[in-house]
C-alpha cells in the first residue's frame, strides 16, 4: 500500500481545489491511499519557534513523514502560491536540517477558473520544493480548468477530466515507485 498525503492550498471548506483533491482520492489506483495533510492550524510561521517547536508544526512534520508520497492541490493567488501553503511549506522545512520533504516522491496539480490554469503557482511551487530536494514529478503537469457543469455538488462528473486525471495518477504512481527504487538502489549501493 503506498499512502500518500495530499496538501490543498486553499483554506476554504468549498475550494475547488478540495474537489479537485477529493476527485483525486476517489480515483487512485488500486494500493494507493490518499489522506489530507491540515495546513490551516499552522500559525505563521516564526524562527523563534525553531527551538520550541509548536504543536501544530510537529503534527505537520509529523503527518508528512507517516506518507509515502505527497500531492500538493494549489490555486493560484497573485500568480503564486497562497500565502497558507507557503507557511506550511516554511513550517515543514524547519528547523534547519529537518526538512520534511527531501527526498520525498511529490507532485503538483491545480484548478483555477482562468485558462493558464495554475501554471505560475505551480511553477512557483516547483522552484521551493527543488530547494527542499523533494522529487517532484516533472510530466505530465496538469493546469486543470475549472467548469462549472464537470462538477455537480463538489463531484466530478466530466468523464474527459477523469481520463485526464486517472492518466495524471497513473504517471504519478509510476513516479513513486520511480523514486522507490532509486532509494533502494543507493541504500543496497
Do not use: C
Not at 466530478?156 to 515507485?177: I, K, P, S, Y
Amino acid at each position: 500500500m503506498t499512502t500518500v498525503g495530499y496538501m490543498v492550498g486553499s483554506l476554504s471548506a468549498t475550494s475547488m481545489n478540495r474537489m479537485l483533491a477529493e476527485a483525486l482520492a476517489e480515483l487512485a489506483p488500486a494500493g494507493m491511499e490518499f489522506r489530507e495533510i491540515e495546513i490551516g492550524n499552522l500559525p505563521l510561521y516564526n524562527r523563534d519557534f525553531d527551538a520550541d517547536y509548536p504543536q501544530a508544526g510537529r503534527d505537520l512534520k509529523d503527518s508528512l513523514a507517516e506518507v509515502d508520497a505527497v500531492v500538493i492541490v494549489t490555486p493560484e493567488y497573485s500568480r503564486s502560491i497562497p500565502g497558507a501553503l507557503k507557511n506550511a511549506l516554511d513550517w515543514s522545512s524547519r528547523p534547519w536540517g529537518t526538512n520534511s520533504f527531501a527526498g520525498k516522491a511529490t507532485a503538483v496539480i491545480g484548478m483555477s477558473p482562468g485558462g493558464p490554469g495554475t501554471a505560475m503557482a505551480q511553477q512557483h511551487l516547483r522552484n521551493i520544493l527543488a530547494h527542499f530536494n523533494a522529487r517532484t514529478m516533472g510530466q505530465p503537469e496538469a493546469f486543470v480548468q475549472f467548469d462549472q457543469e464537470a462538477w455537480v455538488n463538489g463531484k466530478l462528473q466530466d468523464e474527459g477530466l477523469r481520463e485526464v486525471l486517472t492518466m495524471w495518477l497513473g504517471a504519478f504512481e509510476n513516479h513513486v515507485e520511480m523514486v522507490r527504487a532509486a532509494e533502494l538502489a543507493v541504500a543496497n549501493a
